[in-house]
T-cell receptor, first 116, second 109 residues
């Protein structure tokens, strides 16, 4: 158990819909990262938040957005869903990322999104 | 563009054989991390390398960072069925994490 929780575990929805994925980082971790992993694919970095502020943006579509709340949990919002958005979405947290010092990421169990 | 290339994509070995996966970058890296993802699971951090020429060992796993800090390898000696999974390298540039495409290891008992 990494200490990172994600809900829901599975999500099935239809094209055009909007969903929200939730992530609670490990206690004390200020950084939250979101990744997309399509079937048998690598991990695509979407976005990172640090202590409530957006820190880095990867290949995140305009239809997707995220935020980190004061209690440090984070939500990833996916709208106008398309079939191609079906994937495993991972959240990860780390202690800190500053001054070139990088800490390991702890991944949650993921949310499997199926768009029909 | 591709930040880090990882090869091979797949590796099938007989239990007891060795296994190596490689990550290569066209630019100098400040550090590199390695993760393992079991089938149906989530990535789990294995190690981070930061120094040129660094070699670290974890039981049967040996991690190397190239002298030029442009490549890295993970070597498993005498694989076991518990080693099955996908091994990813990850690099960080401008606060963004870039994962290699992964090497999927299958170990036949």
């Amino acid at each position: 158990d990494s200490g990172v929780t994600q809900t829901p575990k599975h999500l099935i929805t239809a094209t055009g819909q909007r969903v929200t994925l939730r992530c609670s980082p490990r206690s004390g971790d200020l950084s939250v990262y979101w990744y997309q992993q399509s079937l048998d694919q690598g991990l695509q970095f979407l976005i990172q938040y640090y202590n409530g502020e957006e820190r880095a943006k990867g290949n995140i579509l305009e239809r997707f957005s995220a935020q980190q709340f004061p209690d440090l949990h984070s939500e990833l919002n996916l709208s106008s869903l398309e079939l191609g958005d079906s994937a495993l979405y991972f959240c990860a947290s780390s202690a800190y990322l500053a001054g070139g010092k990088v800490y390991e990421q702890f991944f949650g169990p993921g949310t499997r999104l199926t768009v029909l | 563009g591709q930040q880090v290339m990882q090869i091979p994509q797949y590796q099938h070995v007989q239990e007891g054989e060795d296994f190596t996966t490689y990550c290569n970058s066209s630019t100098t890296l400040s550090n590199i991390q390695w993760y393992k993802q079991r089938p149906g699971g989530h990535p789990v951090f294995l190690i981070q390398l930061v120094k040129s020429g660094e070699v670290k060992k974890q039981k049967r796993l040996t991690f190397q960072f190239g002298e030029a800090k442009k490549n890295s390898s993970l070597h498993i000696t005498a694989t076991q069925t518990t080693d099955v999974g996908t091994y990813f390298c990850a690099v960080i540039r401008f606060n963004k994490f870039y994962f290699g495409s992964g090497t999927k290891l299958n170990v036949k008992p």
